[in-house]
């Protein structure tokens, strides 16, 4: 991006999901005839008029044309109307920003995925991809952990998922009817095993960096090879307004995705 | 032969100017304010200009990135782009004049944000300082005091050309002293951006927050402080149209970093060490330049008296101390 005029694309609401109580998808169409494209772990700016502007990981197939998905909690004031709109309504799209995951890096290599609550939504936009391209990976194990059962986002997709991938599942409180794992993300590390020279993506909570951190970087995955999507404030997208800034970094220019080595000593990251 | 325009010239000389710009010049206010002496702001012909200002509240930076910028407006799902007008700001002094330059070099590199852009492109710069003209900083005119009430005149653009074309100015065999400023000590020490980059765990950042309020007053009355938040105001009486804004913000107030899920900078010492960070490490990274000009207005205006040249210089001090070792 050369220019920014923060002027946002106009786009049309064409589908909405309710993954579960206070957590939404959208799918969005832009109405102008300009092209659109993404590559997964990337990020657009999504403006509700009267109400503000949200940073969101795009969560759909990169390759669907015409047509995109974002997957939001609904926490704060543009999230809450954002959930309360409406097919056929309008919302203002700007970008898409920031790096993505490293894609060339991530080919033919054995994929680690580990993401909590609504982390998987970016991830989703992977998982997709790798479906249409089986052979992008060598392999794809996603470790994923929510609150509850309800809290699991994509549920329905996670057997078709399962043809390609191998889907690891943790919830902190369950009901009667889960049989899975109980716990939160770590309880995972001891069940799957992680083959020596894998790739990891974490995507969730900062509380999980520092367990991961511990059991896998320079052990089992290179530094260089893990893998983190950081959530910040990105109000410009463009490295302007400053609100997303890593001490040297800008997450909404240098990263969201930022593999280990490059801010294993950041300590706005890991402090 | 040099152009001289004497001081009882300039307000002729601003009429005409504002019959075509928006002209904004220092005042002095009246000396009971409380906001300030000098301050900034639309011509009028009843105002006491006061060129050579020793330190206006706020900085010119308000006419370029105003503190409250329409980025557009909007009625139903129409959105329409806010336009900027033609604009002169008379009487920059050279550090003014070059937060300008800077700010410039911010907005329009790498990524250029148009919006500014449209509003620098229109906008003519007329220092006024008791310097010589700079050399490698943008101006259109420039005008060095060389005696009392007098001026030489120098053109930086076509424009400029044109204004001290103006019957105002006048012809006369004068010498026009070369005067520079010094290069201050700490600001261009080769070592101070790796010295504020290596003090993270230095404990003036925590000694700090004894007298911070983390209130940004530095931010709003720096003229190289950018940071924004953007925000939307709605018509009250027809909640279809509003406008976005983008607002002057400081990376100081509690909330800057904060996500709905986390503040990733809740307390204040790392907050002020981001401030530090941000003009002294990131910015010279970015662009070559630290975000200072040394114009003071943050020492002057800041309630708890903090002085960042007193910092810098302990963070310095400091860092060479450990390097010798």
Redesign the interface.
Known sequence: ????????R?GKIIGKKILAEDIASIEIKLLDKKPFSFIPGQFILV?V?????IPLGISSLPAKKNSFEVTFRA??LVTEKLFGMSIGE?V?ISGPFGNGFPMTHLKNKDLVVVSGGIGLAPIRSLILHIEKKPQFVKSLTLLHGARCEEQLIYREEYSSWSKFTEVNLTVDDCGTDWSGCVGNVTKLYDKVKIKRGSTMIVCG??KVYKSIIDRYAGKTIAEKDLYFLL???M??G???????????YYVCLDGPVFSYDKIKYN??VF? | MSLIIYDSQIPDLLVELAQEFKLYVPVEKDLASFSGQYIWKEYEKSDRLALLYPLTVASPKEFLLPSKDVLFEYDKEEIKKTKSSPQIIFGLSLVDLLAVERLGKVFETPVTDLNFKERRDKTVLVAVDKLSPPQDIEFDVYLQEIGDGVFASFAGSKLGKKIISKKYFENHKVKTPKIYTKKDSYLSDPDLSQAVAKSKNHPIWEELTKTCFGCGICSYVCPLCYCFDTSFEIDFCNNQQGTECRNWSSCLLKDFAAVNSCNYREELKNRIYNWYFHKFVRMPSEYGFEGCVDCNRCIVYCPAKINYQKVLRTVLNDYKKRTKK
Not at chain 1, 2 to 8: C, M
């Open positions: 991006m050369k220019n920014i005029n923060y002027i946002p106009k403006t008029l009267g109400f503000g502007e926490v704060g309008y203002g909570p900062p959530e910040r404030r109000d410009c463009v490295g302007k307004c400053q609100h997303c800034t890593c001490g040297k300590k706005e402090s």
